[in-house]
């Protein structure tokens, strides 16, 4: 499991092929000076629903367990850029099958 970071105050266990694809749609998103919103649901006994802000200004870090980078299914990326584009913001999205 590795970790998100949001602006020092909220962490997020993730596994590493997650954070992998939302990171990559996260940066492509902040490179570009695009700002937006990410929920995610943590499952749990009471499970939590959180929702952050992203814009370039507010510190961001991706920490992995795993030191070999995971490999990206393209039709996740997709997926998950076209959420971050809508006006609802980026919603972790199940993993698609590499060919759906």
Known sequence: MG?????????VELDDRTLAHLQLVIWSKLRRGEHFSFTWTVESATP?????????????VFEYDQSEPAELNPRWMELLTKSANSGAGLRLLPEP????
């Open 97 to 100: 099958e590499p060919g759906s």
């Open 48 to 60: 939590r629903r959180t929702s952050v802000w992203c814009a370039p200004n507010i510190p961001m």
């Open 3 to 11: 970790t998100l970071n949001y602006d020092s105050r909220i962490t």
